[in-house]
């Protein structure tokens, strides 16, 4: 299970080492594309898949909306393995996209990891989670 926050540093050439947590689980190759926030997002091989399948199931080519939308993923993902420093290369039209410069926050998120710029991503407000809870009925 993908979980926790972990900075570390990107080098000039866009390169920057997965934590060893998520390389774990996130198994030899895996794939990073577009977020739907300014960020990125990496899947397992595995979650790729379903994740792919799901979108192609549930967004028929034919409407110009759905296209956009599976588009916006898959046609920015790009597969990965990392080197024997547990190293990879995001692709510099995918920093760009996330606004990545030197520093690079990992966040697990269950299923995937969101690759974020630290000085863009923010926190959840407690009050606003603590509302949604309540409106969708779960109790801690």
Same mark, same amino acid.
């Not at 960020?39 to 759905?66: D, K, N, Q």
């Not at 995001?90 to 690759?115: H, N, W």
């Given at each position: ?14 390169? /920057? ?7 774990? *689980?996130?198994?030899? #190759?895996?794939? =990073?594309?577009?977020? @739907? ?36 993923? /898959? ?7 990392? *080197?024997?420093?547990? #190293?990879?290369? =995001?692709?510099?039209? @995918? ?46």
């Amino acid at each position: 299970m993908l979980l926790g926050k972990i900075t570390n540093t990107m080098d000039p050439k866009g390169r /920057v080492i997965i934590p060893s947590t998520f390389r774990n *689980d996130l198994g030899p #190759r895996f794939y =990073i594309t577009r977020g @739907l926030d300014p960020c990125l997002y990496i899947f397992s091989e595995p979650e790729w898949v379903g994740f792919t399948e799901r979108l192609r199931e549930a967004l028929p080519g034919s409407v110009e909306e759905y296209r956009d939308a599976y588009n916006h993923f /898959v046609h920015n993902a790009v597969e990965c393995e990392a *080197d024997k420093q547990g #190293r990879i290369l =995001i692709p510099q039209e @995918l920093r760009e996209y996330a606004s990545m410069d030197k520093d690079i926050q990992f966040i697990g998120d269950m299923t995937k990891v969101e690759v974020w710029n630290p000085a863009i991503y923010k926190n959840p407000e407690p009050m606003k989670v603590r509302k949604t809870l309540e409106e969708v009925h779960i109790k801690l």
